[in-house]
């Protein structure tokens, strides 16, 4: 509204300034030794048009352009367009002869009837394109603004189905993530049944000690949907430990892990399932001592991360057909929740080494951890 009214108050400057000095209108004045005063008082009678302006906006607004009911549209604008035309005219023509009020009979403006038939008819062609511009204005005005209008909510709809979902997206992960707390408390209290059956009491109350440890952190960090890889690498290290109760010297593990890569954000408990997996399948299936290890590099904007084994049995891969075996609460469990952060942007594979066992590779975008995430491990 505000903007309309500045374009057409420009715009009345202009006619005003253009056309007060009309021919008639100066050779009247001329005749009658009127004075300059006359001739700015008609043209300030162009800005009858400011008052016109907003109710042109409203008959725009209330007879809109569009196919649905275009007729009645059409009328409309028509109809309030000639009611228009006529209150600026006889406006207009108020404030002309308005002076009448103080000048001297002898120098009154005529104000007859034939006077107001012909000013109206000779202003009709200058009228009629004033109008149009006005009109142009008020609908390009209101054109623009439903635009705007139409934009910002189509971009508050995008925000809000982003947020959307973002939270569904959250929710799964925390679904996907909170699945592997059960998976890997049955796992563990097997490992511990499997102790006590074997009369390895001292053992089973150390792993139960280290596991709780290890619950604890892992519950501290539920509503975490991603962690720094040092305090990944920390986790995994602890769950090694217990496994390192149960198998001895059966189980060895090496890691090389580039000091640059402990800053990167990975997503939380992503690498239990897989060192699990690798001990479960390899190392435990193994009669001689077996080997798993753990490497990360950075390459570009990228992040690689390798896990290895050499046990005898393979890692589950995916199916590969209807009878195909299932691949696991582990590696499924992974795929989807690097879907959910990632989208297609992350590499996961498992496949057989050429010299036996397993290799499976992550490729995860390139994420510096936030400085609270650097700070040191308690």
Same mark, same amino acid.
């Given at each position: 509204?505000?903007?309309?009214?500045?374009? %057409?108050?420009?715009?009345?400057?202009?006619?005003?300034?253009?056309?007060?000095?009309?021919?008639?209108?100066?050779r009247f004045a001329d005749d009658r030794h009127l004075p300059l005063i006359l001739r700015g008082w008609d043209g300030f009678a162009w800005f009858v048009w400011l008052g016109v302006a907003p109710v042109m906006l409203v008959l725009i607004r209330r007879f809109p352009l569009t196919r649905h009911d275009l007729q009645r549209s059409l009328t409309g604008l028509v109809a309030g367009s000639v009611v228009l035309y006529l209150v600026v005219a006889n406006?207009? /023509?108020?404030?002309?002869?308005?002076? $009448?009020?103080?000048?001297?009979?002898?120098?009154? %403006?005529?104000?007859?009837?034939?006077?107001?038939?012909?000013?109206?008819? %000779?202003?009709? &062609?200058?009228?009629?394109?004033?109008?149009?511009?006005? /009109?142009?204005?008020?609908?390009?005005?209101?054109?623009?603004?439903?635009?705007? +209008?139409?934009?910002?909510?189509?971009?508050?709809?995008?925000?809000?189905?982003?947020?959307?979902?973002?939270?569904?997206?959250?929710?799964?992960?925390?679904?996907?993530?909170?699945?592997?707390?059960? =998976?890997?408390?049955?796992?563990?209290? $097997?490992?511990?049944?499997?102790?006590?059956? +074997?009369?390895?009491?001292?053992?089973?109350?150390?792993?139960?000690?280290?596991?709780?440890?290890?619950?604890?952190?892992?519950?501290?960090?539920?509503?975490?949907?991603?962690?720094?890889?040092? =305090?990944?690498?920390?986790?995994?290290? +602890?769950?090694?430990?217990?496994?390192?109760?149960?198998?001895?010297?059966?189980?060895?593990?090496?890691?090389?892990?580039?000091?640059?890569?402990?800053?990167?954000?990975? &997503?939380?408990?992503?690498?239990?399932?897989?060192?699990? $997996?690798?001990?479960? =399948?390899?190392?435990? +299936?193994?009669?001689?001592?077996?080997?798993?290890?753990?490497?990360?590099?950075?390459?570009?904007?990228?992040?690689?991360?390798?896990?290895?084994?050499?046990?005898?049995?393979?890692?589950?891969?995916?199916?590969?057909?209807?009878?195909?075996?299932?691949?696991?609460?582990?590696?499924?469990?992974?795929?989807?929740?690097?879907?959910?952060?990632?989208?297609?942007?992350?590499?996961?594979?498992?496949?057989?080494?050429?010299?036996?066992?397993?290799?499976?590779?992550?490729?995860?975008?390139?994420? &510096?951890?936030?400085?609270?995430?650097?700070?040191?491990?308690?």
């Amino acid at each position: 509204m505000k903007i309309q009214f500045l374009l %057409v108050f420009a715009i009345c400057v202009l006619l005003s300034l253009g056309y007060h000095g009309q021919r008639e209108w100066r050779r009247f004045a001329d005749d009658r030794h009127l004075p300059l005063i006359l001739r700015g008082w008609d043209g300030f009678a162009w800005f009858v048009w400011l008052g016109v302006a907003p109710v042109m906006l409203v008959l725009i607004r209330r007879f809109p352009l569009t196919r649905h009911d275009l007729q009645r549209s059409l009328t409309g604008l028509v109809a309030g367009s000639v009611v228009l035309y006529l209150v600026v005219a006889n406006l207009r /023509f108020g404030l002309r002869v308005l002076p $009448n009020l103080w000048l001297l009979p002898a120098s009154d %403006v005529p104000a007859d009837f034939p006077t107001y038939v012909n000013t109206t008819l %000779v202003l009709l &062609p200058m009228d009629f394109l004033t109008y149009c511009v006005f /009109f142009a204005i008020s609908f390009a005005v209101d054109y623009y603004f439903r635009y705007r +209008q139409r934009a910002d909510e189509a971009v508050q709809l995008q925000l809000t189905a982003a947020q959307l979902q973002s939270e569904l997206s959250q929710a799964e992960l925390a679904v996907l993530r909170d699945q592997l707390h059960p =998976h890997f408390l049955f796992n563990s209290f $097997n490992a511990v049944a499997t102790l006590v059956r +074997q009369k390895k009491n001292d053992v089973a109350v150390e792993v139960i000690a280290q596991l709780s440890a290890l619950l604890r952190r892992a519950l501290d960090r539920t509503g975490q949907a991603t962690i720094s890889l040092e =305090h990944e690498m920390d986790f995994i290290r +602890q769950y090694l430990d217990i496994e390192k109760v149960r198998f001895g010297d059966k189980l060895r593990f090496a890691w090389a892990i580039d000091p640059a890569c402990l800053g990167a954000m990975v &997503p939380n408990l992503v690498l239990q399932p897989l060192v699990e $997996n690798a001990i479960k =399948h390899g190392i435990s +299936q193994r009669v001689t001592p077996g080997a798993l290890s753990i490497s990360a590099t950075r390459s570009g904007d990228r992040l690689e991360i390798a896990i290895t084994n050499d046990g005898p049995e393979k890692l589950l891969p995916e199916p590969t057909g209807p009878n195909g075996r299932s691949p696991g609460i582990g590696l499924t469990n992974t795929r989807l929740r690097l879907e959910k952060l990632y989208g297609v942007d992350y590499g996961f594979s498992v496949r057989p080494r050429e010299d036996g066992g397993m290799l499976v590779s992550l490729n995860l975008p390139w994420q &510096p951890a936030p400085a609270e995430e650097n700070a040191p491990i308690s």
